[in-house]
């Protein structure tokens, strides 16, 4: 009997440490210290780059689903910000474990709210269920924003002074136009000319004059 309560105790600690664990903890980057230089998704080192301070994860329709937990968001009136941009184009949804909001994605954005239930901590999960969802592996960036207060409060229009870049924005197209060659100016080059025959009048006179002497 003391075996069988053991072994149960051990599996209710075990099964309790992996509920704790499954949610990745998210790591913000502050904004003065992005990374402003392009990184490809399909990078395997990706998340190394951190590019806009975004990370890279991927879903999978009926499959994997990956949860993100952030910490340090309790106060009354303060906002969070999630953006979020897709490799391909689709559908990604996301749920957080405090209301029963879900958020539909579908390319890029930008959602930004009050912080749910005002909690100390929200965990958001990652899927696609439904109609509009594609099967198989599915990457895409992320990135959480926690507002700070100012003077202790909190800012009505928090939301509305972040920026909406993502990733993609970085890339820098090069360009392959050269510049046209400059066109002389056309008075300036009659003038020259009139210069010039002046010049070869004057030194033919002065031979003539030369010769004749």
């Not at 990745?24 to 990706?46: F, G, K, L």
């Not at 340090?72 to 405090?98: C, M, P, Y």
């Not at 930004?112 to 909690?119: D, G, I, L």
């Not at 109609?131 to 700070?148: I, L, M, N």
Request: hydrophobic fraction near 40%.
């Amino acid at each position: 009997m003391e075996k069988v309560v053991f072994y149960l105790s051990l599996s209710i600690l075990l099964l309790s440490i992996g509920s704790v664990s499954a949610c990745e903890e998210w790591v913000a980057i502050e904004e003065e210290s992005y990374n402003r230089t392009y990184a490809d998704i399909n990078d395997p080192n990706a998340n190394q780059f951190r590019p806009l301070g975004f990370k890279k994860s991927s879903y999978t329709f009926e499959g994997a689903e990956p949860c993100v937990e952030v910490k340090s968001t309790d106060g009354n009136g303060r906002h969070i910000q999630l953006a979020v941009e897709l490799r391909d184009s689709g559908t990604l949804q996301v749920k957080n474990n405090k209301n029963s909001v879900v958020i539909d994605i579908n390319d890029s954005a930008a959602k930004c709210n009050t912080v749910p239930a005002a909690a100390s901590s929200v965990q958001y999960t990652f899927y696609c269920l439904g109609a509009g969802c594609e099967s198989g592996q599915k990457f895409f960036w992320y990135r959480f924003v926690v507002e700070k207060p100012e003077g202790g409060k909190y800012e009505e229009n928090w939301c509305d002074t972040l920026s909406s870049d993502v990733p993609s924005s970085l890339i820098s197209i090069p360009s392959i136009l050269t510049p046209p060659p400059e066109v002389p100016d056309v008075e300036d080059s009659a003038s020259g000319l009139q210069f010039a025959f002046k010049i070869v009048v004057l030194t033919v006179s002065t031979i003539i004059v030369i010769i004749l002497l």
